[in-house]
Structures are given as C-alpha cells and as structure tokens.
C-alpha cells in the first residue's frame, strides 16, 4: 500500500476487503506460507520483519515517523501469492502442512467438506534452492493428489507415505477423529481425536503427531506418538 515516495501497509484482506480466512500455516525456510480458501496460497517474507514504533489497536500503517500494527509489535510483509491457473482444478486451501520426510519436502493442503467424503489432499514439491514451490514453464503443478474419504477434515499431512487426517465433531459430543491411511489401503485406521481439532504438525523428533483446537474455551494443543496406518 502507499506508493513508492512514502510506503505503508494493511491489514491482510481477500480481493473483495474482507478478512483473509486464514486456514492453516507453515513456516519453512524463510517464508510463512498461508492457505487462502479460494485464493490459493499466500507467502509473507519472514527475512523482512518490521517492528512497530506504536502501539495503537485501532491504527494500522506508516505515517511519518509512526509505524503501527493494530497493537502488535510486528508486521510481516506479503511476498506473493499462488493462485489457481486458468483452467485448472477448482481446488481449495481449507488448509496447510509440511512434509519434510520426503525429497524434496512438500507443502500438502486439503479441502474441507462438511457432508461429503470428496474433499482433496494435494501435494506440492518445494524448490530446495529458493524455498518456494517448485515451477515448470512458470506454473507450480502438484505431484501427488487424493479424496480423502473423509468429512470435515480440518488438517491433513504426509508423513513417510503415510496419510494423517484430522476431522472434526464427526462423533457425539463433538469429538474428532485422526484417520491414518496411505495410498492403496483398503480402509483407514481410526485415533480418538479432541474437540475442535485443526491442522497437524509432526514432530519427527520425538515422534509426535500435534493439533490446535479451535474452540473458545477448549483452546488446547494436543500431541499424541504417530502410528502408522
């Protein structure tokens, strides 16, 4: 926002004004990738934080000497954005994952349906050299795609082959439920999973598989040891 003689920012918003949904990040090297429901995927600059000067929740943006952030004490800049190429699939970024078990690691994002099974996981290669997506002939193409079979996923991953699924209030009480599956297996294995939960992160460490429930009041972030499918 601005222009080039006195520069400023905004909030981040969709191209009708609204706010951005943000349905999932992931942070590598030095760029934080953000799915865009109908968007695609956004990619802020992670080498180019800015502090603020002020500490104003109702102000946003550079004026003079004053740099304010709604209160917060950084601003991260947009680098670029992934949209969908005209005439490909209408896919959507419900969400976002990292799979660093694979070569080169990928990002995996999914769809989310409320009350079919149809909902997408698609993958996409990262350039091991820039940290982006990796393009040929100037488009980012997806290498690996699947139904999940599954409603409500609010997060999936990859991890070693292996496909994880976190649906939400698929059983009385509004609990969820944490799928493991991998391509060709006839039926998926089923994990107890909590109220609200959201995308995954593995942890490959301690062999750990994290959700974030979304849920006021039942904010919880939980991690459970991975098993494979």
Do not use: K
């Not at 009350?115 to 193409?141: F, H, K, P, Y």
Request: with cysteine; hydrophobic share 40%.
């Amino acid at each position: 926002q601005g222009s080039v003689a006195a520069p400023s920012f905004g909030p981040v918003a969709t191209g009708s004004g609204g706010a951005l949904h943000a349905g999932g990040i992931v942070w590598w090297e030095d760029y934080l990738y953000v799915a865009d429901t109908t968007g695609g995927l956004r990619v802020f600059d992670l080498s180019n934080v800015m502090a603020a000067t002020h500490f104003d929740n109702d102000r946003i943006g550079v004026s003079g000497a004053r740099f304010d952030a709604r209160g917060y004490g950084y601003a991260v800049p947009e680098l670029m954005r992934y949209t969908r190429a005209a005439g490909s699939c209408a896919v959507r970024f419900s969400f976002v994952a990292l799979d660093r078990s694979s070569s080169p690691p990928a990002l995996v994002t999914g769809e989310y349906q409320s009350d079919n099974v149809n909902g997408r996981v698609v993958v996409w290669d990262l350039d091991a050299s820039t940290g982006l997506l990796e393009v040929r002939e100037g488009i980012a193409r997806s290498t690996a795609a699947y139904v999940g079979g599954q409603t409500r996923m609010q997060g999936a991953i990859r991890y070693e082959g292996n496909i994880y699924i976190s649906s939400s209030s698929q059983i009385t009480g509004g609990l969820g439920r944490l799928y493991r599956t991998r391509p060709g297996l006839d039926e998926s294995r089923i994990t107890a999973w909590v109220y609200g939960a959201e995308d995954l992160y593995i942890d490959r460490e301690r062999d750990i598989i994290w959700t974030a429930a979304e849920h006021p009041g039942d904010r919880d972030v939980v991690g459970i040891p991975i098993r494979v499918p």
